[in-house]
């Protein structure tokens, strides 16, 4: 192998790193929600900027209400932004809207739709509670995420029952 094709496989590897799912074994949207905003917490204290991309402002304003009430010696500096040209000021945003890969360090996508720049986040979380619409939605975002070729880290909390 010369050294341009170990310099590719290199990057390609570290690249890969940066890109997981999470099943959960729970089954409610809740669970799901509490590890995002666990998954926030553990990115924004490691110094990222992170933020959290859903569909709703409903769902929105659930992620807001658990980051400031989740625990109260760990406040979380954050915003909710639905436009894309209101940029968050923030180091967390609750997005409603597809984010720029140059403005995050951390994306953790509760969104049913994948960004089409999903390929270009330095990291990359997806999180899926266990139910079966949900498990669809995620093994089309794993899917999409191979199609870029990338190969997703899996976290299978499923496996520890």
């Known amino acids: 192998m010369s050294a341009s094709n170990t310099d590719?496989?290199?990057?390609k590897d570290a690249r890969n790193q940066s890109y997981w799912f999470h099943i959960l074994a729970q089954s409610?949207?809740?669970?799901?929600?509490?590890?995002?905003?666990?998954?926030?917490?553990?990115?924004?204290?490691?110094?990222?900027?992170?933020?959290?991309?859903?569909?709703?402002?409903?769902?929105?304003?659930?992620?807001?209400n658990l980051l400031w009430n989740t625990s109260p010696e760990a406040f979380i500096p954050h915003s909710v932004v639905s436009e894309a040209n209101a940029p968050c000021v923030e180091p967390v945003g609750v997005l409603l809207y597809s984010p720029a890969p140059t403005d995050w360090d951390t994306v953790i996508m509760l969104s049913a739709t994948l960004p089409a720049e999903a390929g270009q986040f330095?990291?990359?979380?997806?999180?899926?509670?266990?139910?079966?619409?949900?498990?669809?939605?995620?093994?089309?975002?794993?899917?999409?995420?191979?199609?870029?070729?990338?190969?997703?880290?899996?976290?299978?909390?499923?496996?520890?029952?």
């Open 122 to 161: 330095k990291r990359l979380a997806l999180i899926a509670h266990n139910e079966t619409s949900m498990l669809d939605q995620a093994r089309s975002h794993f899917k999409q995420l191979r199609a870029l070729g990338i190969e997703p880290k899996v976290h299978d909390q499923r496996k520890n029952l």
């Open 28 to 64: 409610n949207a809740a669970a799901r929600n509490l590890h995002a905003v666990k998954l926030v917490t553990k990115a924004w204290q490691q110094g990222d900027r992170v933020c959290i991309v859903c569909d709703s402002e409903e769902h929105a304003d659930e992620l807001d």
């Open 8 to 11: 590719v496989s290199v990057v």
